[in-house]
């Protein structure tokens, strides 16, 4: 089953059930679904909706940054419970060490060097662990291992 079917069975479940955050949340990302593939005039694959939904966790997390800057602990928790729906459907994270060894491998096979092959790197690293790891988290841990 796609990712695409699941989240849409798993909105038919949430409307049957009656839990309107779930639905509330999955009726947002089928939204933002359906804008990338009016942008991209093609049906998006499971790559594609992954990163549609690593941008929609990455708003919540941010928008809980900024509630709790702002004492407003309701909307953050709120938006962590958002979150929590997201990331269900999201594939299991890599941890750090898990990380710092594919990168290893990464840099081991394309012979980099220095700093001037951060690009490089960089972009096969995103292509591997695309939706599995955080862009902010894979670029310093290429950084160090690059400089140092």
Same mark, same amino acid.
């Given at each position: 089953?796609?990712?695409?079917?699941?989240?849409?069975?798993?909105?038919?479940?949430?409307? /049957?059930? !009656?839990?309107?955050?779930?639905?509330?949340?999955?009726?947002?990302? %089928?939204?933002? +679904?359906?804008? #990338? =593939?009016?942008?991209?005039?093609?049906?998006?694959?499971?790559?594609?909706?992954?990163?549609?939904?690593?941008?929609?966790? /990455?708003? !919540?997390?941010?928008?809980?940054?900024?509630?709790?800057?702002?004492? %407003?602990?309701? +909307?953050?928790? #709120? =938006?962590?419970?958002?979150?929590?729906?997201?990331?269900?459907?999201?594939?299991?994270?890599?941890?750090?060490?898990?990380?710092?060894?594919?990168?290893?491998?990464?840099?081991?096979?394309?012979?980099?060097?220095?700093?001037?092959?951060?690009? #490089?790197?960089?972009?096969?690293?995103?292509?591997?662990?695309?939706?599995?790891?955080?862009?902010?988290?894979?670029?310093?841990?290429?950084?160090?291992?690059?400089?140092?």
């Amino acid at each position: 089953m796609s990712l695409y079917e699941t989240l849409d069975s798993a909105f038919k479940e949430s409307l /049957k059930s !009656r839990d309107a955050l779930r639905v509330s949340v999955l009726r947002l990302v %089928r939204a933002a +679904l359906k804008n #990338k =593939e009016v942008e991209l005039i093609r049906k998006l694959d499971d790559d594609e909706i992954l990163r549609v939904l690593s941008s929609q966790v /990455k708003q !919540r997390k941010e928008a809980i940054d900024q509630f709790r800057q702002g004492n %407003r602990s309701d +909307l953050a928790d #709120k =938006e962590e419970q958002e979150l929590a729906i997201l990331e269900s459907f999201m594939p299991k994270a890599l941890d750090r060490q898990e990380l710092q060894n594919g990168i290893d491998a990464i840099i081991a096979e394309m012979g980099a060097s220095g700093m001037k092959d951060m690009g #490089k790197v960089m972009k096969e690293a995103m292509r591997r662990f695309a939706g599995r790891a955080d862009g902010k988290e894979v670029s310093e841990m290429v950084k160090k291992q690059l400089a140092g």
